[in-house]
């Protein structure tokens, strides 16, 4: 019987905090339905720091078990004027852990740059532990280092 593996750990990268608008439905089938969620600003603080633009969306599937299915896009100028393309795919499970009011949302964001300094971003793998709010959502980044 082979051991169980040891757990990856994790480290803290930085927090995205993206401003949202309400979302607008799109599509309706059964007790499914897919809204878009207008990305209207926001910042990013911790080992990169910078701005979220406006113009990207958050793609949310309801889902009729009660989980949601979520895809943002969005773009980033940083401090120093690079720009980071974010591709963030999650999911919000309907049970919340002990404690917690709403259910566990997590994603696996991926980033592309051409900044030299930046290319860590490009070169790693990532999650976020996210919070949604009426007016932003709040994703905790990790960087997975064994």
């Not at 897919?34 to 309801?62: H, K, M, Y």
């Not at 690079?82 to 499970?93: F, K, M, Q």
């Amino acid at each position: 019987m082979n051991p169980t593996p040891a757990t990856p750990e994790l480290k803290f990268a930085f927090t995205i905090v993206a401003e949202v608008d309400p979302g607008l439905p799109i599509e309706r089938r059964g007790d499914e339905s897919l809204e878009i969620i207008p990305i209207t600003g926001g910042t990013v603080r911790g080992a990169v720091n910078g701005e979220v633009q406006r113009g990207g969306a958050d793609w949310c599937l309801f889902r009729n078990d009660g989980a949601l299915n979520v895809e943002a896009r969005y773009w980033v100028r940083t401090d120093e004027g690079d720009i980071i393309d974010v591709v963030n795919v999650g999911r919000i499970s309907p049970e919340a852990p002990e404690g917690a009011a709403h259910g566990l949302f997590m994603s696996t964001p991926q980033f592309r740059t051409t900044a030299p300094a930046l290319q860590w971003l490009t070169q790693r793998v990532f999650v976020g532990r996210a919070h949604a709010f009426g007016t932003h959502t709040t994703i905790d980044v990790f960087e997975v280092v064994s």
